[in-house]
């Protein structure tokens, strides 16, 4: 998507967005995650060790032969790229992987599934908040898999699961051998098309209890007319556009509700 048209989303997103306090939102569920989760304040002592796993990674200098079978990147035109560089611009934010922290704490998560692990920045995150739980991550580039399982290893992460592989084909297998995904992260193929497979694949196995993230909604026209479809899918109770991202939530009883928030990094 274009700069300038992007620059415009953005703007209309914070002018939609209600703010950190609350005001407007009339739906408890959501009035509670707002404060608990999106803008929770609290100094977590993991937030240290999110962002030293994060720093490590950017004084990696070596180069890897990365391989997207994605949609591919607007930044980078060769698929030889430095380790630094793709955390910089490819991988979750500093923001965004706190993010995921606090949805894994809060919902206590047994079960995670990230497709899409880069270099292991998002894992990582998602593991520390499930402490209780396992994450399962799949990647279809051995360079940047490699890279992550050897940076998770150093951290001494225990609970995460690294799979190399295609989404079409490995996604079914890992899905078979899971009872129900209590977080879902989208994130490893910005396509349109591929996007609503990955989810719509996901949604058999959802529970009242289950939330999908989908990375970079408005990062393409594609990512944002999937983003759009996947709210108006029958399953979907809530959906709240946080702009970098989105939340899709399947909880029975509900009104089909859609929010726009924001979030603290």
Known sequence: MGKIKLLIKYLVYVFMRKGAAGHGIHSPFVFKLNREVLNNRSKYGEYELIRKFRKKLLTRDEIADVTDRGAGSVIFS??????????????????????????????????????????????????????????????????????????????????????????????????????????????????????????????????PGTVFVIADINWSPGMSEAWKELCREPAVSLSIDLFHCGLLFFRKGMARQHFVLGFSG
């Open 78 to 207: 060769s698929g030889k790229r430095k380790v630094r560089d793709m955390v910089k611009y490819s991988s979750s934010s500093l923001k965004m992987g706190k993010l995921l922290f606090r949805l894994a704490r809060h919902l206590d998560a047994g079960t995670v599934i990230e497709l899409g692990t880069s270099v292991g920045f998002g894992t990582f995150c998602l593991a520390l908040g499930a402490v209780n739980g396992k994450v399962f991550s799949l990647e279809a580039c051995p360079a940047q898999l490699r890279i992550a399982r050897e940076e998770l290893q150093k951290a001494g992460t225990g609970n995460v699961e690294l799979t190399e592989g295609e989404f079409e084909k490995d996604l079914p297998l890992l899905l078979e051998q899971i009872d129900r995904p209590d977080l879902v992260y989208f994130d490893g193929d910005h396509r349109k098309e591929a996007v609503l497979w990955q989810a719509r694949q996901c949604l058999g196995k959802v529970s």
